[in-house]
């Protein structure tokens, strides 16, 4: 564990020196905390379209605590809510694909290699570098997003975003998100040498998220708790399945002899 700390302490140090990586941090957390907030100060107290209404209809009768106005205000915020997920997706991909193809780029992962290091120790060294602030950021926007909401919702509407669904969201989904983004991450940088590709690669798994973030918008589906907690399940499956794969990929013999 202790030199998968060291690896931890000189990841931050080159995460640090990465404007690039800072922004990608630092930035889109930012704009998902405000712009919500924006547009709920603006429409809050505008009357709801009818169009509206009518799409979300069928939600009224889900959510009986809330008035139809509150309904469509609660999926659009919703939408954005949704869109706090990604985060955990994109943040660590692009950590995990800059450490991984830096020390290709580099030259430097097989002397790191040639010390008594061992793979799991660097992997997890690496990923904690990854998975770490792409945690804090999310939950740090989302608690922006919810100190916000607490001036600008009703209190019914704010009761229903702080429904139990969003807790298993954020704290549960989210590192299980994070941990599959770091091995997809693994797994495309074996096979890549370009960041930028890898970046791209992985940038792909957010539609997934942007998908169930549509279905909601256009009135087809209202995610509950069952849902997400079933979407957990899944999600550790798939985890458990890539990790293996970007375990047999990421293999001494193999980075020492095959990764030019």
Do not use: H
């Amino acid at each position: 564990m202790k030199k998968a700390l060291i690896v931890f302490r000189k990841e931050w140090r080159e995460i640090l020196q990465n404007k690039l990586i800072l922004y990608t941090i630092l930035v889109p957390p930012i704009l998902l905390a405000i712009i919500p907030l924006v547009m709920m100060y603006f429409i809050r107290n505008e009357p709801v379209d009818p169009e509206d209404l009518a799409m979300y209809s069928q939600f009224v009768a889900a959510l009986p605590w809330l008035s139809p106005e509150e309904v469509v205000m609660y999926v659009l915020l919703n939408q954005f809510v949704l869109m706090f997920l990604m985060m955990p997706v994109v943040i660590p991909v692009t950590i995990a694909s800059f450490s991984i193809i830096g020390e290709k780029e580099q030259r430097s992962l097989e002397p790191l290699l040639a010390t008594p290091i061992r793979v799991t120790e660097l992997l997890a060294g690496k990923t904690l570098a990854a998975v770490v602030p792409a945690l804090l950021t999310t939950w740090a926007a989302f608690g922006i997003f919810l100190a916000g909401a607490r001036f600008l919702a009703t209190p019914a509407l704010l009761r229903a975003l702080l429904s139990p669904m969003w807790w298993l969201a954020f704290f549960v989904m989210a590192p299980l998100f994070c941990i599959l983004s770091v091995a997809i991450g693994v797994v495309i940088s074996s096979r890549v040498n370009d960041t930028r590709v890898a970046q791209q690669i992985g940038g792909l798994i957010v539609l997934p998220v942007l998908a169930l973030a549509m279905l909601q918008t256009f009135g087809k589906v209202l995610y509950t708790t069952q849902t997400f907690a079933l979407a957990c399940v899944v999600l550790a499956a798939i985890d458990v399945l890539v990790i293996r794969v970007g375990s047999s990929l990421f293999q001494r013999e193999t980075i020492l002899t095959r990764w030019k």
